[in-house]
Each structure stands twice: as structure tokens, then as C-alpha cells.
């Protein structure tokens, strides 16, 4: 039999505060679909706990003044009290019977433990705090929805190790990568999302209407969820390419070109980023020789033009990189040409890879549908195989990834995330 | 409790392990090592590599932005 009271505000000190015993208080509000599966857990709790705690309701949306002064502001929300105060930590959004009894015996006894995890419920988790992600953060913290983005590193994803980025439109031309993302991240924390970075993710389950990630530290639970998990650097699967990862192996020109002042390097790859690094590392190395398998660059013209230009580059069109020798460190690397499938030995210092990406989905496997090289599938408004999940950027299967592009897909999950919220009726955290 | 931090200007992730220090209130030593080719060499010797950020904590070397790493030995 529940034994949970009905509290308003002008009573509240009296009844709750004065009751000369711990107190439970839920706030709830009206048409919430988590106070419908809190309240039987809590109203039961009172059964057992009731003869040593007192168990209280209050509406929200009348007692307006009492929610906020203890910083209520999701429906629905328990907050404990011992000797007149507020105790222990706040339980809000949906609570799970184990979780809430953990806590109403704590309180009893005077002590606060088996709450250490930390549980955020929200309308957007967005996976990844690369410019898809931050863009996504931007417009959904914009539409009033709570947002957080959650990523396993420093915000910022690829483009932050970009030594510059050309092509990004109303920026001249000459912005820093890691200062483009720094605006992108300090304008969604201004529009109110809040970034959670540094997490060690454990799992995600997809199922269900809330979608609940797990961390280390942290339980979220969202009503929509947007994978914007990016990229990480494709390896070229060689011999020699893990042993002597950082030491001659490299996949970060601004980071690690500094160290090849004066030395031969060879830059594998075709693409915009194969050719925009070759020609930075130049700013240190002696001779940056181009490996490419195929018999043209797919970069962009212009900057094809600044590496033909170039006298410190040279360019082995049709050649793949077979194996990548040394001892200590790189010494040396086994060329193929793929014209005559001939192999050859040709001395370098080091070698910087970029062949592409690939998608960082493992997460969510077995969960949403992917392609066959790891890349999730959505429609044209950005939906994954799951409802209320979308993905955006370059962990999506499709046929440009470009910043711009990861922007687009950003905003345009955010707008699709905040119409589905609204088509499911879901309240506003 | 001494540390090192052996990183070039360009580095995001150098930027990263710096901001993350800092973060925790811990003092470091910052060598840029794009600049300086003694402490460069000094760095290969130390971590047996040439990828930047390397942090020397106490004398354990940590190679690159390694969080986890980090807390283990500032914790300590």
C-alpha cells in the first residue's frame, strides 16, 4: 500500500522538513511518461521504507517556486532530505527500483555511497564532438532541447589535426583546424549544450525509447541519439607499419612532421590530405617523395597545382608500399610498380599514411545496419535502421567527406532529431 | 611531483595532453621540440620514438595523448 502524501509548497517545511524523519520527495509533472513508470516503483518503496522515511509528492507545475529552489528540472526528479536538508544526491529522469531503494537505505542510515555514478537524462546524446557532432550541438541546444555531446577524447575529432583548412567557406581560407572546432565547441557551450569529453564509453544499447550509454563514470539516457563518432585513419595493413608506429610510421603531419628537419619522407596517398601534407612537410624534410597506387591524385586541382610546383616533391604515380623495414626506426620502405608488378628497396627517414579513413561504428554493432566496411546507413534525413537515431559525418555511408559536408549532416540531424521528438510527444528536459 | 611535457606547436593532441594537465592542476615543463633539436634527440632517447606529445612523469615515459596512462601515474 503506498504511503507516499501529497506535499504543496506552504507546507512543505512543516510537513517534510520538520517530520523529524528522512524524507523522500518526488516532483513530478503532468503528461510525463517518466513519472508513469517512476511512481509505481516509488509509491511501492514507501510500502517497505515508510515507517522509517517519509515519502512525499509534489507537482512542479503548480509548486513552481519549490522545484526551483531545488534545482529541478526534469520531470520527474526525487530529492532526499536529512534534518531539515537537502541529502545525498538528486535522482531524475527514469530511476530503476534497485537504484532507488540503494538510495532510500543510504539515506536512512546516514550515508550516501552507492550513488558515486553519475546519470544524466537528456533529449539529444549526440556520439562525437568532431564538426558534425558541434554542429548537431549548435542547433539542437538552439531548438531548447538539453543536449550533450559525449566523446571518448578532447572535442575536436580530425579536423583539429589539421594543420589548416582551406576549403571551410567565411573563414579566408587560413583558419587553423583545431581553431575552427575551438569556435565550433565554444558556440555550442554557449547555446547550452554541454560537452562531456574524455569519457570511456562501455556500451550503448539502442533498444527501447530511452537509449541508455554507459561510461565509465556516467549512465545517459536519451530520447534521441545522433552517431557522429567520425573517422580514424585507414592503415595500409603492411608489414613493418605497427612496429614502427611512431617511430618512422606516422599518421599526423602537423604533429610529428617537426622531427624530419632535413630528412627524405614519403607520404602515401592520393586524396586532399595526401597532398596538402606533402607539401607541409616540406617546411622540414629535404625531399618528400609522393607514393600513390593509382595513376592520378583525386585532390583538389589547386592543391595538386601547389605540390607539382613544388621542387622538394616528387611523385611515384601507379607504386604501392609493399612493406616498411628498419631496425630502431624506419630505414627504409618496399615499393611495388604496379606497371610491371616490380619490387624495389628505397631508403626514407619516415613515412606519413593517408589513405583514407575508416568508420569508427564498432560500437554499434549488431545495433543499426552498416555497410559492409563499417559505414551506417541512413536516408536522406539522416536516420539510421533504428528510429530516433541518426548519424551525421563520416561515420555515414556516402560519397563526400569534407567538413562542410559533416556540418551539413550535423545540422540536418539535429533538425530531424528535434522533429521526431516532437512528433513523439516527448516534453522538453 | 616533476613533468615534462615534449610536444611541437602544431600538435592538436599536445594541445590536448597540456589542457588535460592543467585541467588536473598539474605543473609541467613545456619543450617544443620542433624548436630545440637537443631536446628532440633527448625525447627519441627517453621514448624510443618520434611522435609527439611524449610526457615524462617522474621518469615514466607516456607516449602520445594516453589519458588513462596520465591519471595512473598522477594518481598515484
Known amino acids: 500500500m503506498s504511503r507516499v502524501i501529497d506535499i504543496r509548497e506552504k507546507e512543505f517545511e512543516s510537513r517534510v522538513l520538520k517530520s523529524g524523519l528522512p524524507a523522500a520527495v518526488i516532483f513530478y509533472g503532468s503528461d510525463c511518461p517518466v513519472c508513469s513508470s517512476v511512481m509505481p516503483v516509488f509509491e511501492h518503496l514507501s510500502s517497505e521504507y515508510g515507517d522509517r522515511m517519509l515519502f512525499a509528492r509534489v507537482n ?30 538528486t535522482l531524475s529522469g527514469y530511476t530503476r527500483r534497485p537504484e532507488l531503494k540503494c538510495v532510500i537505505e543510504d539515506v536512512i542510515g546516514n550515508k550516501c555511497e552507492c550513488l558515486e555514478r553519475n546519470k544524466t537524462e537528456c533529449d539529444v546524446l549526440i556520439l562525437g564532438g568532431g564538426p558534425s557532432g558541434l554542429t548537431s550541438a549548435i542547433y539542437a541546444a538552439r531548438s531548447k532541447l538539453y543536449t550533450v555531446v559525449v566523446d571518448n577524447s578532447m572535442a575536436g575529432g580530425q579536423v583539429a589535426s589539421t594543420y589548416q583548412v582551406a576549403n571551410y567557406p567565411g573563414t579566408n581560407g587560413i583558419i587553423r583546424g583545431i581553431d575552427l572546432v575551438n569556435n565550433m565547441k565554444k558556440q555550442a557551450l554557449d547555446f547550452g549544450a554541454r560537452i562531456d569529453d574524455m569519457q570511456d564509453i562501455v556500451g550503448i544499447d539502442l533498444s527501447g525509447e530511452m537509449k541508455k550509454l554507459t561510461t565509465k563514470k556516467n549512465d545517459y539516457y536519451a530520447r534521441s541519439v545522433i552517431i557522429a563518432t567520425g573517422a580514424t585513419p585507414r592503415k595500409l595493413n603492411v608489414e613493418g607499419e605497427e612496429t614502427f608506429a611512431g617511430k618512422g610510421v606516422h599518421y599526423c603531419a602537423t604533429c610529428d612532421g617537426a622531427f624530419y628537419y632535413d630528412a627524405d619522407v614519403i ?160 516534453e522538453k528536459t | 611531483m616533476k613533468v615534462t611535457v615534449y610536444s611541437t606547436p602544431t600538435c592538436p593532441y599536445c594541445v590536448m595532453a597540456k589542457d588535460y594537465l592543467a585541467e588536473k592542476n598539474i605543473p609541467f615543463e613545456d619543450i617544443d621540440v620542433s624548436a630545440d633539436p637537443a631536446k628532440a634527440r633527448e625525447m627519441i632517447q627517453k621514448s624510443g620514438q618520434r611522435g609527439v606529445p611524449v610526457i615524462d612523469i617522474d621518469g615514466n615515459i607516456v607516449i602520445g595523448f594516453d589519458r588513462n596512462r596520465i591519471d595512473e601515474l598522477i594518481n598515484q
Open chain 1, 267 to 426: 607520404v602515401v596517398g592520393g586524396g586532399d590530405a595526401a597532398v596538402e601534407e606533402a607539401v607541409f612537410l616540406t617546411r622540414f624534410a629535404r625531399k618528400v617523395t609522393v607514393v600513390h597506387r593509382r595513376d592520378h591524385f583525386t585532390a583538389s586541382k589547386l592543391a595538386q597545382e601547389e605540390l607539382f610546383k613544388n621542387p622538394s616533391i616528387e611523385v611515384l604515380f601507379n607504386t604501392e608500399v609493399k612493406s616498411i623495414n628498419g631496425k630502431d626506426f624506419v630505414t627504409g620502405v618496399t615499393l611495388m610498380d604496379n606497371n610491371n608488378n616490380r619490387t624495389y628497396e628505397k631508403d626514407t627517414d619516415g613515412i606519413f599514411i593517408y589513405i583514407g579513413s575508416q568508420p569508427q561504428s564498432a560500437l554499434f554493432k549488431g545495433q543499426i545496419e552498416t555497410d559492409d566496411n563499417g559505414y551506417i546507413i541512413t536516408d536522406e534525413n539522416l536516420q539510421t535502421s533504428v528510429k530516433g537515431v541518426f548519424a551525421a559525418g563520416d561515420v555515414r555511408r556516402k560519397a563526400v567527406r569534407q567538413i562542410t559536408t559533416a556540418v551539413a549532416d550535423g545540422s540536418v540531424a539535429a533538425i530531424m532529431a528535434e522533429r521526431y521528438l516532437a512528433a513523439a510527444g516527448h
Open chain 1, 60 to 89: 512542479r507545475d503548480i509548486n513552481r517556486e519549490l522545484a526551483k529552489k531545488y534545482h529541478v528540472k526534469a520531470s520527474s526528479t526525487i530529492v532526499f532530505f536529512r534534518d531539515g536538508r537537502e541529502f545525498c544526491k
